[in-house]
């Protein structure tokens, strides 16, 4: 594993010819606090990915596993969900504004072209998945 990949420790709940399903527990930062049953703020999501089944090695259901993922998709993924749409919102905002159209038109025009940006992400996300794979590796003791 290269320093930059993202890895994520997973479960398996599935595993098939084609593809394994790999649990994982996705928590915020603050889960961990010895406070996070008090104060409520602290969450735990667990999501479901399916892995392409590896050629070499099989997998039992109940194993432990690492999900890895090139970081370079992570920056990727960064920019798709926050920058570009920032982008978009402050183009549109500053074009429309400096055209004369008042603040609230700009500002409206701005959000709708920003659901329209998400719209189009909505609609090539086949494109988007295949392009985010991740890898399954099996946990050694080295780790």
Same mark, same amino acid.
């Given at each position: 594993?290269?320093?930059? +990949? ?50 070499? +090695? ?86």
């Amino acid at each position: 594993m290269k320093r930059e +990949d993202i890895l994520h420790k997973g479960k398996v709940v599935e595993a098939g010819a084609d593809f394994i399903s790999v649990e994982i527990v996705s928590e915020s930062a603050c889960a961990s606090c010895h406070a996070a049953s008090l104060c409520g703020v602290s969450e735990f999501k667990t999501k479901l990915i399916q892995v392409p089944t590896p050629v070499l +090695d099989t997998y039992q259901v109940g194993e432990t596993v690492d999900l890895v993922l090139k970081a370079s998709m992570g920056y990727k993924a960064v920019w798709i969900a926050y920058v570009a749409p920032l982008l978009v919102l402050l183009g549109v905002i500053l074009i429309l504004f400096s055209l004369g159209l008042g603040e609230l038109v700009s500002a409206g025009c701005a959000f709708a072209a920003v659901a329209v940006y998400y719209l189009l992400v909505y609609a090539f996300r086949g494109r988007l998945k295949d392009e985010y794979v991740f890898e399954i590796r099996k946990i050694t003791n080295n780790n």
